[in-house]
């Protein structure tokens, strides 16, 4: 597995999960690390981006609740979601792209419910 998703899980409105991504070592020259997601019935949408220069894009609705991060040196990637909302209820996929094309990791479901 060339990316692995984890930190999913169930949480109350209003509540924070961190989302991590563990990347191989054999994925060379990553141009981007990025988070998506689907939720049922939906497509999937790019959530949060990361580029090799560090600069940052959000989807709208999760600006200033979630925030994407890197650990180059241990090849991983993190999601923090603050103040999850029900409609941020999917599962979410990390994925990197470089100059070979765009790779996907596995999915972590994020539920929020009360």
């Known amino acids: 597995v060339q990316l692995q998703a984890s930190g999913g899980g169930s949480v109350q409105p209003g509540g924070s999960l961190r989302l991590s991504c563990q990347v191989s070592s054999s994925i060379r020259g990553i141009k981007r690390r990025s988070w998506y997601r689907q939720a049922p019935g939906n497509q999937r949408e790019l959530v949060a981006t990361i580029t090799a220069g560090g600069m940052t894009e959000y989807l709208d609705s999760v600006k200033g609740r979630f925030t994407i991060s890197r650990d180059i040196r241990n090849n991983m990637f993190f999601l923090q979601m603050n103040s999850l909302r029900p409609e941020d209820t999917a599962m979410y996929y990390c994925?990197?792209?470089?100059?070979?094309?765009?790779?996907w990791g596995s999915g972590t479901q994020v539920t929020v419910s009360s």
């Open positions: 994925s990197t792209a470089n100059h070979l094309g765009q790779i």
